[in-house]
């Protein structure tokens, strides 16, 4: 039995393509917001695009947060955040005034480009960039230091605890691009739309899914 | 540090590919869901979509090919094409199209830009700038695919769209466009220059190393090219194609992109 996995659908972005994506690569996948598919998923996956508020009130009034605290903080069910559905994961946003789920400690703020090594870098962060592992971990499985993503961001995460941190990536300076604590897992970029190196996290995240439900 | 993006630039008009010359004699050149599974399988970093037929038959985008389009592209994807409100904006987001590329409509309403980088993110708003250059090589904003002419200049029009908040510039030369002989570099190097936000270089690629020079001349972030990734050989023969990743790799080696 192929384990199911949840794209949350919430109003904030491309679940289409990570649908596909996640077909293409031999996973079982469905784009859901009804709490019933919830209780039955495996692994349950947070997309967005856009601006912090927005995504956090569309989630609140999509009337899921209850259920997947449950499933998530309780349960332990594999649990994904990619960009924006990264972010509304830490407490707060300096790009809104909303609280974040706040399911892992940190803040997102802005890049600071007072801070970057050399001025003339731009912000968004827009384009495909590298990462660097800080710690080994079944997400990474197959990636190396040439593997690149897609970024799209004028925010990233910060004052994360130092565990959490599985990869960091430099733009002006080096910010957290993955987040992992126990089951929960975070992705700055889209892995959706970094063809092959995509391909490779819905693999990994796949096979933790599976590992999880037969433990 | 940022890989530097090169992005074939695709025009639809209808349900089909078409390509021209300076913006005129668009010429059917194939499917659009086929050219992305190609661009696919070759691990391409970018692919903008223009519909020249939105803005001209005033129809707005043409909603059930571009879900296609975005489920089908596992790359970023970015459509320009009849966009002018922020209804239009959330929905071509919420299909799945990364970033929504804005023209004709920013001189009628440019508070437009600001709004729709409030729902967006003006990451994912793209202004699109269309540059003709004169006898004299003076240069002056087009829009509405090139035939109507404004009063704006490119380098105050393109610090305008940063504060209104434009995330992106595709910078376009209306002269080169199709016709393969490089990009306008001066126009290129004259905005780029001049603004925080990536610029796009388009118009005029014809070889690998027209990329170089607008990355090492013109100072832009990323390049785009239609004509090149679609024709081949003498005969023009439609065969959608891309570098591979080690030729990309060898020749912006030298470049110092941001």
Redesign the interface.
């Known amino acids: 039995m192929e384990e199911l996995i949840v794209i949350l659908d919430y109003g904030m972005g491309n679940t289409g393509s990570m649908l596909n994506m996640i077909s293409y690569v031999g996973g079982n996948a469905m784009i859901s917001k009804d709490p019933e598919d919830i209780y039955l998923a495996d692994a349950v996956i947070l997309p967005g695009v856009g601006a912090f508020d927005n995504g956090i009130s569309k989630l609140s009034t999509s009337g899921v947060i209850e259920i997947l605290r449950k499933r998530v903080l309780q349960q332990k069910l594999p649990f994904l955040g990619v960009c924006l559905g990264m972010q509304l994961l830490f407490e707060k946003s300096e790009e809104g005034t909303e609280r974040g789920l706040g399911w892992l400690k940190g803040e997102v703020v802005r890049f600071s480009n007072g801070e970057f090594s050399n001025p003339s870098i731009k912000i968004p962060h827009m384009g495909w960039n590298t990462i660097n592992h800080e710690r080994d971990n079944a997400l990474l499985c197959g990636l190396d230091d040439n593997s690149r993503f897609y970024f799209v961001h004028s925010y990233h995460v910060s004052c994360v605890e130092g565990s959490d941190i599985l990869a960091t990536t430099a733009h002006g300076y080096s910010f957290p691009s993955i987040v992992q604590r126990e089951n929960i897992i975070g992705v700055q970029f889209h892995p959706e739309k970094s063809h092959s190196f995509g391909m490779q996290i819905f693999r990994n995240f796949m096979e933790i899914v599976r590992c999880s439900k037969h433990e | 540090?940022?890989?530097t993006?090169v992005i074939p630039s695709l025009l639809l008009k209808g349900r089909g590919l078409v390509k021209g010359q300076q913006f005129k004699n668009h010429r059917y050149v194939g499917d659009p869901i086929n050219a992305v599974q190609i661009f696919?399988k070759k691990?391409?970093?970018?692919l903008l979509f223009l519909d020249i037929s939105a803005t001209s038959q005033e129809c707005g985008p043409n909603y059930e090919l571009l879900?296609d389009i975005?489920?089908?592209?596992?790359?970023?994807?970015a459509y320009g094409g009849g966009v002018e409100n922020c209804k239009q904006v959330e929905k071509l987001?919420?299909?799945?199209?990364?970033?929504v590329i804005i023209n004709s409509a920013v001189f009628n309403n440019p508070q437009f830009i600001t709004d729709a980088s409030?729902?967006?993110?003006?990451?994912?708003i793209v202004i699109s700038v269309d540059v003709k250059r004169n006898m004299i090589g003076s240069h002056t904003v087009y829009s509405n695919n090139g035939l109507k002419k404004t009063n704006r200049k490119p380098v105050e029009y393109a610090k305008q769209l940063e504060d209104l908040g434009a995330?992106?510039i595709v910078l376009c030369s209306i002269n080169n466009e199709g016709t393969a002989k490089g990009y306008d570099l001066e126009l290129l190097y004259e905005v780029s220059r001049e603004v925080?936000?990536?610029v796009v270089a388009s118009g005029g690629a014809g070889c690998l190393n027209d990329f170089k020079d607008a990355i090492n001349i013109g100072k832009v972030?990323?390049v785009a090219a239609g004509n090149m990734f679609i024709f081949q050989g003498k005969l023009n023969a439609v065969l959608p194609s891309y570098p591979s990743p080690k030729e990309l790799q060898d020749l912006f080696r030298e470049s110092n992109n941001?």
């Open positions: 540090m940022l890989k993006r696919n691990l391409v970093d970018e879900k975005a489920s089908e592209a596992f790359m970023p994807f987001f919420n299909i799945g199209v990364e970033k409030n729902i967006a993110g003006s990451q994912s995330g992106e925080g936000i990536p972030s990323a941001g």
